[in-house]
């Protein structure tokens, strides 16, 4: 008869409790990753934070100057034009990417032929370069393009005249047209988090409800929204946390115009770093827009997270 093989438990630490050893293996295991993390993302942040009290720029030798970075960039008009302009594209894109990504699970969890080749393509742009996409949409975005083609020719927008949404600085349409684009691409990511929490909802609960007539519009918003509420506060948590770090769009597609329409707070924080060598200037904004960040993550946590009910 073939001999049982039995697992053979983790060596015991010299003078350590067997819960203590099995800790300490633990965090040996995970001992790269803490490190990495102390040294380029926990470091980098107080180094940063150094950095903005000082007159560095690219390559004197920094000299401590106080609050003067956060005085001078408070001050300056330009940056109170970025963040009103993030602030805009983070809460319209957060809100329109949380429900297209809520409504494209729900349709896609429903018993409908074809729904895996949907599932597919609908996450496809996701997972493409934002890079490609955004050179993509720039030739979408033309005057000549194939938006404008859509809207007078296949849809028959009676009156509308064609506009160039990123130089077109009287339409006021290139932040838009940014907005537009981020909801398009980056709504299926997190559609595939909603597909997920749907498909553990239990089916009895659906089937107690329709006995209660809950069904159709009022099963959605009483049934399915509430049992997603913390993937709801998850989404809109990281969707807040991207858009308010919106750099790559902004820098390719539009430079921050037309008249700074497009101009984010990451974009003023590259050309103060690369462009202008202001490196003390730059790590002063970085700080301010964590500070923004944190503060609406707390924001969120009061009103979507687990104890705001």
Do not use: C
Not at 75 to 102: D, G
Not at 171 to 178: D, R
Request: proline residues 4%.
């Amino acid at each position: 008869m073939a001999s049982q093989v039995q697992a053979t438990p983790a060596p015991k630490a010299p003078g350590l409790s067997r819960k203590a050893s099995e800790a300490l293996h633990a965090y040996l295991f995970v001992s790269p990753w803490i490190i990495l993390s102390i040294v380029f993302t926990f470091g980098a942040m107080l180094y940063v934070f150094y950095l903005s009290f000082t007159n560095l720029r690219l390559f004197n030798t920094p000299d401590f100057v106080g609050l003067a970075n956060y005085t001078s960039v408070l001050q300056n008009k330009l940056f109170w034009t970025a963040v009103q302009n993030t602030l805009e594209y983070a809460v319209v894109v957060t809100f329109f990417q949380t429900w297209l990504a809520l409504i494209l699970a729900v349709i896609l969890n429903a018993k409908i032929r074809g729904k895996q080749f949907f599932r597919i393509g609908w996450y496809i742009p996701s997972v493409t370069s934002s890079v490609v996409i955004s050179l993509v949409f720039v030739w979408v975005f033309f005057k000549q393009g194939i938006l404008n083609f859509a809207l007078v020719t296949l849809f028959g927008w009676a009156g509308f005249q064609p506009v160039a949404w990123l130089t077109d600085a009287s339409a006021h349409t290139a932040l838009p047209a940014l907005m537009l684009l981020n909801i398009s691409t980056t709504a299926p990511t997190f559609m595939l988090y909603f597909l997920a929490a749907l498909q553990d909802i239990p089916e009895e609960i659906y089937e107690a409800a329709s006995l209660d007539g809950a069904v159709g519009v009022a099963r959605f918003f009483k049934i399915t929204v509430p049992m997603l509420r913390p993937i709801i506060f998850l989404v809109v948590v990281l969707g807040t946390i991207g858009t308010l770090q919106i750099f790559d769009q902004a820098f390719i597609m539009t430079q921050g115009g037309p008249l700074n329409q497009t101009t984010t707070i990451n974009l003023l924080i590259y050309q103060a770093a690369f462009t202008n060598s202001e490196m003390a200037r730059a790590s002063a904004m970085a700080f301010i827009l964590f500070v923004l960040i944190f503060f609406l993550f707390l924001v969120q946590r009061r009103f979507l997270g687990e104890n705001s009910q």
